[in-house]
């Protein structure tokens, strides 16, 4: 089973400020890699796919980098909506698929 | 628009079953693998069960393999989990979610439901 690890766990920042999410994978997964934002009483809802490919329509502030083993989320300048827990996702080992742990962006 | 619509969950006694369903509307239904991933509370995400587009395949999270069945009526663009032997570790939110490229088993979760809690209490 390939475990995924995000850090920090909690990250806090001001508004307008960039934030940057790590996710690693125990062994190689290499672009295999999703970003998933979860709002309090909400479903998650994905953002990128394939380490760093945006879904239509979500903002240009949000940004996915890495590959192999070490993979990168951020969001340039965070806006009071994007306050949110984020969950990284691989999906080319199989089964299971796997999540990791979550970072929560919160107010600072 | 896809949409995703879990029901069924509810309150149930330790050791007993629940059906939960996925109904889906917006797309093919036919042409997508579907998951099952499942949130205890204050927890993270774990995936459950997934079932091919055309329901030959199906695999499990090795926490619930012999206990839960997943399950797909194309016809009916409805997706089922059969959860017997519950404990209280299965308690949580119940999602759906849809794998994000027609065909493939396993992929990115493009689309999910609401979800649907089940509490197990002993």
């Known amino acids: 089973e390939i475990v995924m690890t995000q850090s920090p766990a909690t990250l806090s920042v001001s508004p307008g400020e960039r934030a940057t999410l790590s996710c690693r994978a125990s062994?190689?997964?290499?672009?295999?890699l999703a970003w998933h934002q979860q709002k309090p009483g909400q479903a998650p809802r994905l953002l990128i796919y394939?380490?760093?490919t945006r879904v239509t329509g979500i903002p240009a502030r949000f940004s996915g980098s890495g590959s192999g083993t070490e993979f990168n989320f951020t969001i340039s300048s965070l806006q009071s909506e994007d306050f949110a827990v984020y969950y990284c996702?691989?999906?080319?080992?199989?089964?299971?698929?796997?999540f990791g742990g979550g970072t929560k962006v919160e107010i600072k | 628009q896809v949409q995703l619509v879990e029901s069924g969950g509810g309150v149930v006694r330790s050791g007993r079953s629940l059906r939960l369903s996925c109904t889906a509307s917006g797309f093919t239904f036919s042409l997508y693998s579907l998951h099952w991933v499942r949130q205890a509370p204050g927890k993270g995400l774990e995936w459950v069960a997934l079932?091919?587009?055309?329901?030959?395949?199906?695999f499990y999270a090795e926490s619930v393999k012999g206990r839960f069945t997943i399950s797909r009526d194309n016809s009916k663009n409805t997706m089922f989990l059969q959860m017997n032997s519950l404990r209280s570790e299965d308690t949580a939110v119940y999602y759906c979610?849809?794998?994000?490229?027609?065909?493939?088993?396993?992929?990115?979760?493009?689309?999910w439901g609401q979800g649907t809690l089940v509490t197990v209490s002993s």
């Open positions: 394939d380490a760093s």
């Open positions: 079932i091919s587009y055309g329901g030959d395949n199906k």
């Open positions: 996702q691989q999906y080319i080992h199989w089964p299971p698929v796997t």
């Open positions: 062994q190689s997964i290499k672009n295999n």
């Open positions: 979610s849809r794998s994000g490229s027609p065909y493939l088993l396993y992929n990115w979760f493009d689309s």
